[in-house]
Structures are given as structure tokens and as C-alpha cells.
């Protein structure tokens, strides 16, 4: 029987470690240096949870002699090292948030030994997979668009916002420029220079958009797989008088740096149980010399005592892993979900049906225009 560990038993970890319970036969270990994570992942059902400081490096080594496969669930702050020590302890590692900054240099040192996926949660994660599939469906791929959004379903001023991940990692999407591939070329975007309106038959409501820094791999996987694309970009949804007062703020001098930003949101950013998760991802281009438009489309609500933004990072972060653990997703050193989804297009199918047993549905269209 195959073991899985997870690393990080907070919100996204212990969705995670809740599907790998629920929908696998694996043995399922969890870890976290915070009593209070433990005691709530052993609340849900989550009995093998242990308390161990993972910034030590014996204790990874106690962690990958006991597990087959690793998911690390850990902060930013420390990811980069959990995974690369994982990595040399020659176990297969799949984390949320790894490398969600392509940087080849640390890809150079990944380039084999066991595998690992970075960036496997929602957004980067999901999207990527669904990205690449979507282009994959055209014969000239010219635009890869992302839009995704987890937002309260009942805003209150005066953000009207909630914390739905950690306060750092949704700062971040306020204050450093998105990276975009815009007219062929690789180009810095800074955060709500340029907000547009946002539309979807998935849920009624004021919505805007804004360019944030989520492509992650996708900046170096589509132009290598496709060589007449001209736009990749992802844009974050929020609802419209959050936008508003957050432009505000940036023109006030508030959201200069991550240190200021985090005295004045902290005082009014609270977390939110309540929320809701937009996911549209399409490609764009041509079939048979026609306009063509692939696109994936899905809505999510938080149930089951998780956040919808839990669900859709941690359930697809176990799904992947359990893949893996089964020798469906296979390889050496560094492969991102959109890769590995070229070496298998069963991948995507496996990751659908899979999330659908949670009630997440994704739709697809594919519609031509001649």
C-alpha cells in the first residue's frame, strides 16, 4: 500500500489530505509544527497527524522515509526549500506553490532524479492544466487567456473582501507586476494599471478584473509547445468596489511595499469561510482556417466545512497525487501539470472526473467562427 504524505495540514493542506482519505486506499500521513492544525486535521478524520517542525532537515528525512509520495502544502516562505530537500531524498514531491515564478536556473538543478510538479494547486495548477489542453484542441493557438477569482459571496465594506489564503500571498497580487506574454513578447505589467470588466453565465454580479503574476510555467511551456502564439496572460476576478478601493489605496502610497500594504489591509482583511471560486480558462486561434475559441468554464461554492479556494488547490493537489502514487502521472526531475498532461492526455479526464466527485464541474465549448 502506498503512503502519502502531506506537509502543511492548513486549509489547503488538510483538503487535501481529506480527499486522499475519503476517495483513495492510500495510507495517509499528516504534518504540521502548529498543535492547533493537528488537533483540527484529526477533527475531520485525519488520524495519522503529527507534529514536526519541517524547516529542520532530519526532520524531511524522517518525513520521506516514511512516505512514498510528498505533497507540500507549507508556506512560500519555505517551500522552496522543502521541495528541493524532498527532491533530494529521491522522493516524488508535488507542491502548491513551487516555482509559481518560473526561473530556469532552479529547473537546471531538477532536471532529473524523482519527479516533481510544481505549482499543482488551483491557480497556477488546475488553470495550467486546463490551459494547455485548451490550445491543444487548435491547429494556430494565438491567445491563451486565464480568469480566475475567489471572492466572499456576501462583500462588506470597507474592502469588501475577505482573506480566503494567507495575507502575504494576497497582498502580493496587489503590489508586484504581472508577467504576461503580450503581442510575442514577454512583458511586466504593474498591478491594477488596467482593470476590465468582467461577464459570465456562471454567476450574476459586479465583477472587474485585473492582470496578477499566476502563470507560472505557462510562461515557458506554451510559446516552446506553440510557436504562433501572441498572448498568455492571467487576470484575477474580484467584485468591482473591492477593485475600486484598492486603485485608491495604490494611489495613496499604501500599497508601496509588502510591509506597508500588510499594516493598513491587516486592520480590515479578516478570513472568510464563505466564498466562491471562478475559473474560465480559453484558447484561442484557428481549426480547419476558422476562428476558434476552446474554452473551460466552472463555478465553485465552499461546502463541506472547506473554502471553495481550499477545495479546488488542495483536491486537485491530491488528485495529482494520487496519480502519481498509482504510476499514472510518471517522470524524472521537473514536470510541470501542463507537461505531464502532453506525455498523458488521459490526465485531464482523471482530473475532471475526479473533482466532480466533490461537485466541481467543469464545462467545456468548443465553438468555431467561419
Request: proline share 4%.
Amino acid at each position: 500500500m502506498v503512503s502519502i504524505g502531506v506537509i502543511g495540514l492548513g486549509p489547503m493542506g488538510r483538503a487535501i489530505a481529506h480527499y486522499l482519505v475519503k476517495y483513495t486506499s492510500n495510507i495517509v500521513n499528516g504534518y504540521d509544527v502548529n498543535e492547533e492544525a493537528i488537533n483540527e486535521a484529526k477533527r475531520i478524520g485525519i488520524n495519522n497527524a503529527f507534529k514536526i517542525d519541517v524547516t529542520r532537515d532530519d526532520s524531511l528525512k524522517s518525513i520521506a522515509g516514511e512516505n512514498d509520495v510528498i505533497i507540500s502544502a507549507v508556506p512560500q516562505s519555505i517551500a522552496d526549500k522543502v521541495v528541493l530537500k524532498i527532491h533530494e531524498l529521491d522522493k516524488p514531491v508535488i507542491d502548491l506553490i513551487f516555482m509559481w515564478k518560473y526561473d530556469e536556473g532552479l529547473a537546471r538543478r531538477l532536471s532529473s532524479g524523482s519527479i516533481v510538479i510544481p505549482a499543482c494547486g488551483w491557480a497556477p495548477g488546475l488553470t495550467n492544466l486546463l490551459a494547455m489542453a485548451a490550445a491543444s484542441e487548435l491547429e494556430v493557438v494565438e491567445e491563451v487567456g486565464i480568469h480566475v477569482g475567489g471572492n466572499p459571496i456576501n462583500p462588506k465594506p470597507p474592502l469588501y473582501y475577505e482573506l480566503l489564503f494567507s495575507l502575504e500571498s494576497t497582498i502580493d497580487e496587489y503590489i508586484r507586476p504581472a508577467t504576461i506574454i503580450r503581442d510575442g513578447k514577454v512583458v511586466s505589467i504593474e498591478p491594477l494599471s488596467e482593470v476590465f470588466d468582467f461577464k459570465s453565465w456562471l454567476v450574476d454580479g459586479d465583477f472587474a478584473e485585473f492582470y496578477t503574476n499566476g502563470l507560472s510555467t505557462l510562461l515557458i511551456t506554451l510559446p516552446r509547445r506553440f510557436k504562433t502564439l501572441k498572448n498568455t496572460y492571467e487576470r484575477t476576478i474580484r467584485w468591482r468596489r473591492h477593485l475600486e478601493v484598492m486603485r485608491v489605496l495604490r494611489d495613496l502610497g499604501l500599497l508601496s511595499d509588502l510591509e506597508t500594504a500588510k499594516f493598513v489591509l491587516s486592520k480590515s482583511l479578516k478570513p472568510g469561510t464563505n466564498d466562491f471560486s471562478i475559473t474560465v480558462v480559453e484558447a484561442r486561434g484557428e481549426v480547419n482556417g476558422d476562428k476558434a475559441i476552446v474554452r473551460f468554464e466552472s463555478v465553485d461554492y465552499a461546502q463541506g466545512g472547506f473554502t471553495s479556494m481550499a477545495r479546488l488547490t488542495g483536491f486537485t493537489a491530491a488528485i495529482v497525487a494520487d496519480l502519481v502514487a498509482r504510476g499514472e502521472v510518471r517522470g524524472e526531475g521537473l514536470i510541470p501539470i501542463e507537461e505531464a498532461y502532453m506525455a498523458n492526455r488521459n490526465l485531464l479526464s482523471h482530473v475532471i472526473n475526479a473533482l466532480r466527485k466533490e461537485n466541481i464541474k467543469i464545462y467545456r465549448t468548443k465553438t468555431t467562427i467561419e
